[in-house]
């Protein structure tokens, strides 16, 4: 008689038979170059009104050397998450398109900067005159600071959204119930 012959394609399983794995849908989002990638959108496309409201709080010459440091500092730590929290840096993502929407009617940003520039100007130099900021390091942590509290209300929204409509894709999947681990196989049957 022939193996196929003796198959009932309408048994159940037995017990001990491993199931079929079926690969998680957020391997794709998983990928740290996935995951960079769109930080990097999300850092492009939340830049221009900071980084110009940011030349105009910026006296000329050294000074405006400090914004690009912030932001290279805030982009590589971004780029530093991405590869140990993606999911994390997916809900920051989502909530960084708000966000960006947000620079046609720009309050939050000139909030933040408002308040980052208040604050460096506190540490560094309080009794100047000038609003502008004049020194490299003033720059930095009003940059730093500008990056900090975008970031925050982007996190927030992107939580409560991915919560909203449960979106599961970004997170890392655990194994499947009844999956096989590498170098595990079910006890075989035994027959009398």
Known sequence: MNVE????????????????AAQSPSTFFQKPRVVQSAWFLAVAINLPLPL???????????????????????????????SHRPEVMWRLIVGSMFTAVTQFLPILHMLVGIVAMGI????????????????????VLSTLLTGVGLILPSLVMGLIFVMLFRIRVFDQQPPLPGKVADGFLPPAETTT
């Not at 012959?5 to 079929?20: C, M, V, W």
């Not at 460096?120 to 720059?139: G, H, L, N, T, V």
């Open 120 to 139: 460096s100007k506190f540490i560094f130099d309080a009794k100047r005159e000038r609003e502008q900021i004049e020194s490299i390091p003033e720059a």
């Open 52 to 82: 110009w409201l940011g030349f105009n709080a910026t006296a000329d010459g050294a000074a405006r050397l400090g914004m690009p440091i912030g932001i290279v500092t805030v982009y590589g730590t971004g780029v530093w998450i991405c």
């Open 5 to 20: 012959q003796d198959i009932n394609p309408y048994e159940a399983p037995s017990a001990h038979s491993p199931l079929p």
